[in-house]
């Protein structure tokens, strides 16, 4: 069996959360981005749980039901872009630090990033940004979004550290 009983009600009660934090992100215009990040947390929790490849089951699940029930799918791209993240930062970073010294994989993460989000700014400004899109709005967007990117990693490493293990031994122990 891929899961057992304990894992699906935890996953299950997990993807009412995030869905719950999605909804509530396209609703509350005023936390939207710390929203979308803990739904997004959801997806590293389930990463935890289980495996990275269950994790990005548990992404699809809670994209597909986002689309079902958020009033604003602009909110869904973003948090899909988040879960993606986690799911490469759970199921690469692990084995990559076993390899090369932190600097070479903020390069690459930072590397990954852009190369995803240049052509989204260039061809999709309307997404971020409602006026003409300038050269200095550009390179400000580009450099406020690795900015909170880097940002983004940090806390979810930190978050991750100081609670991962916790989790996965409260899920043990019941």
């Keep these: 069996m891929l899961l057992n009983a304990r894992q699906v009600a935890y996953l299950g009660v997990l993807l009412a959360v995030c869905e719950v934090c999605l909804y509530m992100s396209a609703v509350l215009e005023i936390n939207t981005l710390a929203l979308l990040f803990v739904a997004a947390c959801c997806v590293g929790i389930s990463c935890i749980l289980t495996t990275p490849v269950k994790g990005g089951i548990f992404l699809v699940a809670a994209i597909l039901l986002g689309y079902l029930i958020l009033p604003n ?5 973003t948090f899909a872009g988040l879960g993606v ?3 490469i930062l759970e199921g690469v970073q692990p084995r990559m630090l076993l390899k090369w010294p932190v600097w070479i994989i ?4 930072l590397a990954v990033f852009n190369v995803v989000y240049v052509p989204l700014l260039i061809f999709v400004p ?5 006026g003409e899109v300038s050269f200095g709005v550009f390179l400000a967007l580009l450099l406020a979004d690795n900015a909170v990117m880097v940002g983004f990693d940090y806390l979810y490493l930190s978050l991750e550290s100081k609670y991962g293990a916790q989790i996965q ?3 043990r122990r019941r």
């Design 126 to 130: 309307q997404i971020l940004y409602s």
């Design 169 to 171: 031994a409260l899920i």
């Design 106 to 109: 903020w390069g690459i993460k």
């Design 73 to 77: 799918k602009l909110y869904l791209i």
């Design 85 to 87: 993240y986690i799911l």
